[in-house]
């Protein structure tokens, strides 16, 4: 043991002694590990950072210690009586209407908030002037109080203490809001919100039989109330049936957190290839560095250094400097949530300080310490075995076999480690997994696109032109750059090429595709009693408009086959039919947008138990079969009823589509509204906008939903969604032009021999540098074939096969990908290059 350790001491020595050097032959090293640590730190620190704000500031953004959701319908009085013996209640009831100008000249979509004056529970409400909310919806004369968001005043074009109208009700804008403390908890809307009085909601006549409502329940718990579970536990004992939905301040945005997780996952997972990436950088960078320690290390062995000495002292440095580079990691992922709460306050609860998140920075740290040790050790293997013999002449390291076993043993184990860690870490571990083994499969691919490539260059014919023969020579000799070009650019181009797909074709169906298809206006909240004016009107504003109309009840899923489904296990894909109410119907006949695929549909005067059809592709989601049961809450009561067959359903066209749709006897009697679609594909804009006057003028209740307006909302968050991801990518690409420059680095030593001889022989430079140009040029060009092929293939299964959208190759993306690999490989490799090209014959060839 004394022996080993002073030979640990020794090692150690020797190292600090060579650092005096500096960092020379290090700064890829140094980048590669700072970037993909930072990324991991500062994606996970921003993370932790949102989520924890939304849990300790759960009452305020939940505005309540729990809240109870009734859709529909109110609290009855049974109901009523247990949530006021909790504490002090606050009700809400929201909904979607068209709020119009008292002149009909303009209208817009708003989602309509009204409270009562015990809003806020929790929390602070700040409004444009600042004046106590009370204050700002009291009624004046005939007129109500009203507060709105700054968007709908600017769609509108008014200005405060201008008249609006929702329903039959007339409101005065008495302010701007600036802070909802309870905004996140209600959930992403598509339209501005609206902020006025419970009363003036009363009176503008929109809640209505079947109406789309929210009434929302708001507790400020007493002191001596029981704990939220305990108070859950018994909402659902004493009123089984209720079918409300509960939430508590520990939950106060279940969903957001979910995606919040999600997206974080997807970003750590980004952050871990540039990681990975990077240590293909580190693995060619140590290379380097060993390479020009050559003759260091066999001088030490020549004085009697043991071999394991030898890579000790090397181990010593490469940790040194992977500490330095990970805490420049670490720094990153300190300042990051500090920086990123500029921009995300105006849309997530996160507070500009600088709290450290430990778990976030030690999981960047035992990633940044794996990926080292995993890329390094093989090169540190092939250093021990560098003869004394190279004191006396310039020889590389011999790569073409592996080290001895235990060098690959401990790479194998770390590189292990790093998938384990990966896996164990994610929030959904299944897509950890399958990242994984697509990375594997990419790093398998891109070796043998690279035998490829020298295959082809080896078999081609001879050229006439002598620089562009040795070119082709270049990439197939032993030695060549090319596994190390089309490794390190390959991956991250291809990445870069899969976002870009499919962000691309997001938009393009968006704005394109699914616009096209989709129809022109969906109408919301339809009375059976206007159904016939309603219908004529359509018919005199488009005579050649096809319209659709099915009538529309909202019901929350909540058993299957007699199972709570709270208490199963849900596929994630799945989930979100589970998660709130669903919009449901009941047919006579097959809806025609559908396609029977299992089972067979009920007789038109079908009268016997509650059948459903089911959507095929969620029904297979959530496990379900024919024969199966399911309970859904409609207005109160519990409807269970068995699934009878599945249909296809075709939701990218966007039309009124349901998950069930149910037998007619299911609903008999049950009061509900209608929905309605207009689909008129050569309807102009001032068409549309007609349409939209006469129908809100002539309905003030009906809602009416311009599909565009609905996907431009979608298409802006879709974007800013694509800014982090494309932020994320250009990590990963930044990464790859590191290793890349690493690579060539690495290499310059062979390519200065090879100079020297040639000029010896009578080359002169310009054909050195054609001959180098061509070489990067061809090897930037199979690159990005491979990418453009790789990333296409990757883009069309996530557009086409999760997210069910029509996928196409996009030029554009092609164009660029090609012109980024080019000018990537040509400008570092000849900048490389052009350094050796200076170099004095005499010296080198002293050294053959």
């Known amino acids: 043991m004394s022996g080993f350790m002073q030979r640990l001491r020794t090692a150690f020595r020797l190292a600090l002694r060579e650092m005096r050097g500096g960092l020379k032959g290090f700064y890829i090293f140094l980048a590669c590990i700072a970037l993909g640590t930072g990324a991991i730190a500062a994606v996970n620190s921003i993370s932790t950072a949102i989520t924890r704000s939304i849990a300790t500031q759960g009452q305020s953004l939940l505005g309540a210690d729990i809240r109870f959701e009734l859709n529909n319908r109110e609290a009855n009085q049974q109901e009523a009586d247990f949530l006021r013996a909790l504490g002090v209640v606050s009700t809400s009831t929201g909904l979607r209407s068209m709020a119009r100008l008292p002149d009909g000249s303009d209208q817009s979509l708003v989602e309509v908030k009204a409270v009562d004056t015990a809003y806020p529970l929790y929390g602070s409400f700040k409004a444009n002037p600042n004046k106590p909310l009370p204050e700002l919806l009291a009624k004046t004369g005939d007129s109500f109080g009203a507060v709105a968001a700054p968007l709908l005043l600017d769609r509108l ?28 908890s209600e959930g992403f809307g598509f339209a501005p919100r609206l902020i006025t009085s419970n009363a003036a909601l009363t009176s503008s006549g929109l809640i209505q039989t079947g109406s789309l409502v929210e009434h929302v329940y708001k507790i400020k718990l007493k002191p001596e109330a029981p704990p939220l579970k305990t108070i859950q536990d018994q909402a659902k004992t004493s009123f089984p049936d209720a079918g409300w939905s509960v939430r508590t301040s520990d939950r106060a945005a279940p969903n957001l957190t979910e995606n919040i997780n999600r997206f974080s996952q997807f970003l750590t997972l980004v952050g871990l290839t540039a990681l990975i990436v990077g240590g293909v950088g580190v693995a060619n960078a140590v290379r380097a560095f060993l390479d020009s320690k050559r003759s260091v290390i066999a001088t030490l062995k020549c004085l009697g250094a043991p071999a394991s000495v030898v890579v000790m002292v090397y181990l010593f440095q490469i940790i040194m400097i992977a500490s330095v580079g990970i805490a420049l990691g670490l720094v990153i992922g300190i300042v990051s949530p500090w920086i990123a709460s500029s921009y995300l306050a105006q849309f997530l609860p996160i507070e500009a300080d600088m709290t450290i998140y430990p778990r976030a920075l030690v999981l960047a740290l035992v990633f940044g310490i794996l990926t080292t040790l995993a890329f390094a050790v093989m090169p540190l293997g092939h250093a021990r075995e560098v003869p004394a013999t190279a004191l006396f002449r310039e020889q590389g390291f011999e790569t073409r076999r592996l080290p001895s076993w235990p060098y690959v043993l401990v790479a194998a184990l770390a590189i292990l480690a790093l998938g384990g860690l990966a896996i164990f870490t994610a929030y959904d571990r299944r897509l950890a997994l399958f990242f994984l083994i697509a990375m594997a499969a990419s790093f398998v691919v891109l070796r043998l696109v690279a035998y490829g490539v020298a295959a082809l260059a080896r078999r081609a014919p001879r050229l006439p032109s002598p620089a562009l023969r040795l070119a082709v020579g270049n990439i197939h000799r032993p030695g060549a750059l090319t596994p190390s070009v089309i490794l390190s650019l390959g991956l991250g181009l291809a990445l870069l090429v899969t976002l870009a797909m499919i962000d691309g074709n997001l938009r393009r169906n968006l704005t394109g595709t699914l616009s096209e298809k989709a129809p022109n206006f969906f109408f919301v909240d339809i009375q059976r009693s206007q159904l016939d004016e309603f219908r004529t009107i359509l018919k005199t504003q488009a005579p050649q408009g096809k319209i659709t109309e099915v009538p529309m009840l909202r019901g929350r899923i909540i058993a299957f086959n007699g199972q709570d489904v709270a208490k199963m296990n849900v596929p994630p894909e799945g989930r979100w039919v589970l998660r709130g109410d669903r919009g449901i119907t009941y047919e006579t006949e097959l809806p025609k947008n559908s396609t029977l695929v299992e089972g067979t549909w009920w007789a038109p005067d079908y009268k016997g138990e509650p059948l459903v059809s089911f959507s095929a592709q969620e029904a297979k989601e959530l496990g379900l079969k024919l024969g199966d049961s399911v309970t859904v809450n409609v207005l109160g009561r ?41 689909t008129e594909p050569n309807a102009s804009l001032a068409q549309e906008a007609d349409i939209l006057r006469t129908v809100t003028k002539a309905f003030p209740t009906i809602t009416s939903v311009r599909v565009k307006d609905a996907l431009d909302v979608v298409n802006d968050l879709v974007g800013q969604l694509a800014t982090a991801i494309r932020a994320a990518a250009a990590i990963a690409l930044i990464s790859s032009v590191l290793v890349l420059s690493g690579a060539l680095a690495a290499g310059n030593r062979g390519r200065t021999h090879d100079a020297v001889i040639l000029k010896t022989l009578g080359a002169t430079r310009s054909m050195l540098i054609r001959a180098f140009t061509y070489e990067y040029l061809l090897l930037g060009l199979a690159t990005a074939i491979f990418a453009l092929l790789a990333g296409s293939v990757a883009g069309w299964y996530v557009v086409s096969q999760i997210m069910k959208l029509p996928a196409s190759f996009l030029p554009s993306v092609a164009v660029i990908t090609v012109a980024v690999a080019l000018v990537t490989t040509i400008g570092i490799g000849l900048i490389g290059t052009w350094r050796v090209l200076g170099q004095k014959a005499a010296p080198v060839l002293r050294e053959l």
């Open 638 to 678: 519990s409807i269970t009823a068995k699934i009878a067959n599945f249909r296809k359903v075709d939701w990218q066209s966007l039309s009124i589509n349901f998950v069930m749709v149910f037998s007619p006897n299911t609903f008999a009697g049950a009061p509900h509204a209608w929905i309605a679609t207009l």
């Open 157 to 184: 074009r008014l200005k405060i203490g201008d008249t609006l109208l929702i329903g039959s009700a007339k409101l005065i804008i008495t302010g701007t809001i600036d802070t909802e403390p309870d905004a996140v």
